[in-house]
């Protein structure tokens, strides 16, 4: 999901070897894919106009994905693993935080802080992809389960520490995936609020709120 600007890579005897030559190019692409799509929709992109915005041929396009589904298959992968680990950092350790509350903020302020800094591929991945066809809507599906278990699990773990409500089942946990994935496709669709992070205090209003219920039954 990173997108920083790449240098142009060293010719000649001082090119790096093949494997970080292939790398280069293949962040370029990511990041030519997410502005593409974004821009103009997963089904209006082409290999062509990702090419064309890398700066690259479109055989160098092809030497690394089979056509623009398989792009964007493998964007919302390296994207996925790159979000859980940072939300992962950022949290930290449940044993610097207060409060169950304090530990779910934490990690949805990552989460809203990496769509926020990544605009062009919180927009292909959480939109576009949807559009992308069956595969593509598999993988998210497969996401916001694991989002869920992820979620659940650390509820199971870090809720006791501070006498907080666990989720009374694990579909508990999936509607709240839902929620959070609903609401910040929303924003990133529609612009409001203006500033995504905005969305963050809903969104714990929203987990808590399950949990509280939790509690009741």
Not at 53 to 72: P, Q
Request: some cysteine; aromatic content about 8%; hydrophobic content about 45%.
């Amino acid at each position: 999901m990173p997108s920083p600007a790449q240098p142009p890579v060293p010719r000649g005897r001082h090119a790096p070897p093949l494997e970080v030559r292939v790398e280069v190019q293949r962040v370029r692409l990511f990041t030519a894919a997410a502005a593409v799509f974004a821009r103009v929709g997963f089904a209006d992109a082409s290999a062509e106009a990702v090419s064309r915005e890398a700066g690259m041929s479109k055989a160098t396009f092809y030497e690394h994905f089979a056509n623009k589904e398989e792009c964007i298959l493998a964007l919302f992968d390296q994207s996925r693993a790159y979000v859980l680990s940072e939300m992962e950092r950022a949290a930290g350790s449940p044993d610097d935080v207060a409060s169950y509350r304090e530990w779910v903020r934490r990690s949805l302020a990552a989460f809203v802080d990496i769509l926020a800094v990544h605009p062009d591929q919180a927009q292909t991945l959480l939109v576009e992809i949807i559009g992308a066809g069956p595969r593509a809507i598999a993988r998210r599906d497969a996401v916001m389960d694991l989002f869920a278990r992820l979620l659940l699990r650390d509820n199971a773990l870090i809720a006791p520490r501070f006498g907080t409500p666990q989720f009374a089942s694990q579909d508990d946990a999936f509607a709240c995936i839902g929620a959070v994935f609903e609401v910040v496709s929303r924003q990133l669709r529609t612009g409001q609020p203006e500033d995504i992070r905005a969305v963050a205090p809903i969104l714990e209003r929203v987990i808590l709120g399950v949990l509280h219920e939790s509690e009741r039954r």
